[in-house]
């Protein structure tokens, strides 16, 4: 298949390629389940009901690395109380008070909802493991 820039090569003068935005969203593979979950920290040696203990300082390191770049160019971390909000709205609403200009517009932070698991221990299989837990909220920044 031929691409755009190929089969225009002849009336194109030049590129300009940026992002205008990332948005990261998704799920990573092996974590996104109980099973995978499990296996991860059993993996690398970690106790099921240590999770905790594994996940808060790269959740400190987020929020730390947030701060951080919020501090550095000038912004507040705007916490999202409600659920039914644009996020894209609020970015037009900032741009249209301090111009649209190259750098960092804003950092919002939210409760989404999310898939989660929670530890449980077998005493009769002398199992631990991740159990699936349908909805739950969670910090995003």
Not at 64 to 71: F, M, T
């Amino acid at each position: 298949m031929v691409s755009l820039l190929e089969r225009h090569q002849n009336e194109i003068v030049g590129v300009i390629s940026c992002w205008d935005r990332v948005i990261v969203h998704g799920t990573l593979p092996g974590f996104g389940h109980s099973a995978g979950m499990t296996s991860y920290l059993k993996a690398h040696g970690i106790r099921i009901f240590d999770y905790t203990k594994f996940a808060e300082p790269l959740r400190d390191e987020i929020r730390s690395n947030a701060e951080k770049l919020a501090k550095e160019n000038g912004i507040e971390i705007e916490f999202l109380r409600k659920r039914n909000v644009r996020k894209e709205a609020i970015v037009e609403k900032i741009l249209a008070q301090r111009g649209n200009h190259p750098g960092l517009v804003c950092i919002l932070s939210a409760m989404e909802a999310c898939q989660a698991y929670q530890p449980w221990h077998s005493r009769s299989r002398q199992l631990s493991a991740f159990s699936h837990q349908p909805s739950a909220l969670t910090a995003d920044t």
